[in-house]
Structures are given as C-alpha cells and as structure tokens.
C-alpha cells in the first residue's frame, strides 16, 4: 500500500502560478507511476498529468500542455506539478495518483488516491 498526501493549493489570481506537491509513504515509491486530477464543482474528475516511475515520460491533458509540468524526486517519495498560467478554469480539487501498472490517464486508473487540494483562481 502507498499513502499519499497533497499540498500546495491556495488561492491564486489568473496568470499566477502554484505548484502542488504529493508526498507518499509506504511500498516502494518507484514502484509506482503517478499522476495527477481534478475535480471542479458539478463536474466529473478528470486527468491532469501523468509521469513515468523515472520521470523520463510524462502525458497531459490538453487543457493544461504547455502550462502544467509533472515531476517527480524519488529520493523524496514527492510527486510535483508545477502549474502557470492559472485560469478561473483551472478552479478544482486536485488529486494526487498512484498506479503499478502503467501511468494513470483514466479515472479509472488508480491504485491509490490522495484526499485532495484546493486549487481556486479568481479572475
């Protein structure tokens, strides 16, 4: 088992930046691809960024190319996203993601979940 826990959300004006940080703790952290979604109020959960578990291959969601970028420092068990630019649409819970068996794309995906961070952009 991994547990995971997300920090970093805030309130950010448009055009700001954050960066969201996911630490976890438990089996083997390089065991594990990871990934990043969200969730804005009334909508369904949704892929953000996913990366391989050395860092060489990471995915995204159309929405956030060229304005989010996944990382991840396995000497501190710690997944990152770095996000700019930030739009009111951006506005969401994010959550942090684990899977064994290839990145996670899917909501379906997941192995194990974090319990989320805001993330809230005013315009």
């Known amino acids: 088992q991994v547990q995971l826990v997300e920090s970093g959300g805030g309130l950010v004006q448009a055009g700001g930046s954050l960066r969201l940080s996911c630490s976890a703790s438990g089996r083997t952290f390089t065991s594990y691809y990871m990934g990043w979604f969200r969730q804005a109020p009334g909508k369904e959960r949704e892929f953000v960024a996913a990366i391989s578990r050395a860092g060489g291959n990471t995915y995204y969601a159309d929405s956030v190319k060229g304005r989010f970028t996944i990382s991840r420092d396995n000497a501190k068990n710690t997944v990152y996203l770095q996000m700019n630019s930030l739009k009111f649409e951006d506005t969401a819970v994010y959550y942090c993601?684990?899977?064994?068996?290839?990145?996670?794309?899917?909501?379906?995906?997941?192995?194990?979940w974090g319990q989320g961070t805001q993330v809230t952009v005013s315009s």
């Open positions: 993601a684990a899977r064994t068996r290839g990145p996670p794309t899917q909501v379906s995906d997941p192995d194990y």
